[in-house]
């Protein structure tokens, strides 16, 4: 038997103890916690922000927001160490990033679910022109044409281009994407005319369809919207139709359950606050705050979901 000091053992212990009490999470946290999200300004950077003010003041240490390119979260968040330190707060750059794009991380492999921050749903819009009043008459009309229409999307792989794509494949339609550099200038054109219709956030056309430059058919979520109580569903009329841009809150997978439940417990205690829910509305998004588990289930669910549409079309980021 290996023969230890009084002295060796009692530093033993002392590990023991230290990484018993980290592992449990009591004495989380006791230096700064960074979360990684994409570009300023951005809806996952607001989200952000507030996550990042919300926790400096419950948890006792500085939540430090560090904007990184959408397409190097994913890598950067599967590197960091699993120690509750580093979160992301993504969307679907990260969620479905290995099937538009080579990526060296597999967003279910490598991260661990905390909450659903938000989301930002999605909603049908088309110039005035267009003879449809509903999806149902879109879809007639698109089938009657096909190939005559043109959905204009903002960014290949983006929320409202795989909204899009969905829309096409579940419905059956020819519909022919102009792609551009931006919303605004799909946005542009749509007013112009040059294209008919398009699937943006709802934040973004509120003040056209106001003003009538455009009229919205229909909103992307499965159940009726906070944001659009007057719209009905796509999938009221094209059933098991869903599109949102998400935000979520992750970590490394290995992260250690107690301090998943505690990053969960005080995330979703500041979403369920009123000022913070008024913040999230103000900017066109719905506030959720759920499981772990549940957040989990909406991942895979959506990568299921989305992998035969964006395999078909053929979508790639570069």
Same mark, same amino acid.
């Given at each position: 038997?290996?023969?230890?000091?009084?002295a060796?053992?009692?530093?033993?212990?002392?590990?023991?103890?230290?990484?018993?009490?980290?592992?449990?999470?009591? /004495?989380?946290? /006791?230096?700064?916690?960074?979360?990684?999200?994409?570009?300023?300004?951005?809806? /996952?950077?607001?989200?952000?922000?507030?996550?990042?003010?919300?926790?400096?003041?419950?948890?006792?240490?500085?939540?430090?927001?560090?904007?990184?390119?959408s397409?190097?979260?994913?890598?950067?968040?599967?590197?960091?160490?699993?120690?509750?330190?580093?979160?992301?707060?993504?969307?679907?750059?990260?969620?479905?990033?290995?099937?538009?794009?080579?990526?060296s991380?597999?967003?279910?492999?490598?991260?661990s679910?905390?909450?659903?921050?938000?989301?930002?749903?999605?909603?049908?819009?088309?110039?005035?022109?267009?003879?449809?009043?509903?999806?149902?008459?879109?879809?007639?009309?698109?089938r009657?044409?096909?190939?005559?229409?043109?959905?204009?999307?903002?960014?290949?792989?983006?929320?409202?281009h795989?909204?899009?794509?969905?829309?096409?494949?579940?419905?059956?339609v020819?519909?022919?994407?102009?792609?551009?550099?931006?919303?605004?200038?799909?946005?542009?054109?749509?007013?112009?005319?040059?294209?008919?219709?398009?699937?943006?956030?709802?934040?973004?056309?509120?003040?056209?369809?106001?003003?009538?430059?455009?009229?919205?058919?229909?909103?992307?979520?499965?159940?009726?919207?906070?944001?659009?109580?007057?719209?009905?569903?796509?999938?009221?009329?094209?059933?098991?139709?869903?599109?949102?841009?998400?935000?979520?809150?992750?970590?490394?997978?290995?992260?250690?359950?107690?301090?998943?439940?505690?990053?969960?417990?005080?995330?979703?205690?500041?979403? /369920?606050?009123?000022?913070?829910?008024?913040?999230?509305?103000?900017?066109?998004?719905?506030?959720?705050?759920?499981?772990?588990?549940?957040?989990?289930?909406?991942?895979?669910?959506?990568?299921?979901?989305?992998?035969?549409?964006i395999?078909?079309?053929?979508?790639?980021?570069?």
């Amino acid at each position: 038997m290996l023969n230890l000091s009084f002295a060796t053992r009692l530093v033993m212990a002392a590990l023991l103890v230290s990484s018993a009490g980290t592992a449990s999470g009591q /004495n989380y946290p /006791n230096k700064p916690i960074r979360i990684l999200t994409s570009e300023a300004g951005g809806g /996952n950077d607001f989200g952000a922000r507030l996550v990042a003010q919300e926790l400096t003041a419950t948890l006792g240490q500085q939540v430090i927001v560090e904007n990184r390119p959408s397409s190097t979260i994913g890598e950067l968040g599967a590197r960091a160490s699993p120690d509750g330190y580093t979160l992301l707060v993504a969307g679907s750059s990260v969620v479905l990033g290995p099937l538009l794009r080579e990526t060296s991380y597999d967003p279910v492999r490598d991260f661990s679910a905390i909450t659903m921050l938000a989301r930002a749903p999605n909603v049908l819009v088309v110039h005035p022109s267009v003879a449809a009043k509903s999806v149902k008459e879109l879809i007639a009309l698109a089938r009657n044409k096909p190939g005559e229409l043109n959905v204009a999307t903002g960014g290949t792989g983006s929320s409202a281009h795989l909204a899009a794509e969905l829309f096409k494949a579940m419905a059956g339609v020819n519909i022919v994407r102009i792609n551009y550099k931006g919303t605004g200038p799909a946005l542009n054109d749509l007013i112009a005319g040059q294209v008919q219709l398009m699937f943006a956030a709802a934040a973004g056309v509120a003040t056209h369809v106001k003003s009538g430059r455009f009229r919205s058919l229909a909103v992307g979520t499965a159940e009726p919207s906070k944001l659009t109580p007057d719209l009905p569903t796509v999938a009221a009329s094209l059933p098991g139709y869903e599109s949102s841009a998400i935000s979520a809150v992750l970590v490394p997978a290995r992260t250690p359950v107690t301090l998943i439940n505690r990053l969960n417990h005080e995330i979703v205690r500041a979403l /369920n606050q009123e000022s913070v829910k008024e913040k999230l509305f103000s900017t066109g998004v719905e506030p959720v705050g759920n499981s772990p588990s549940e957040l989990a289930r909406t991942i895979k669910a959506e990568i299921t979901r989305m992998s035969k549409v964006i395999k078909d079309a053929g979508i790639r980021v570069q």
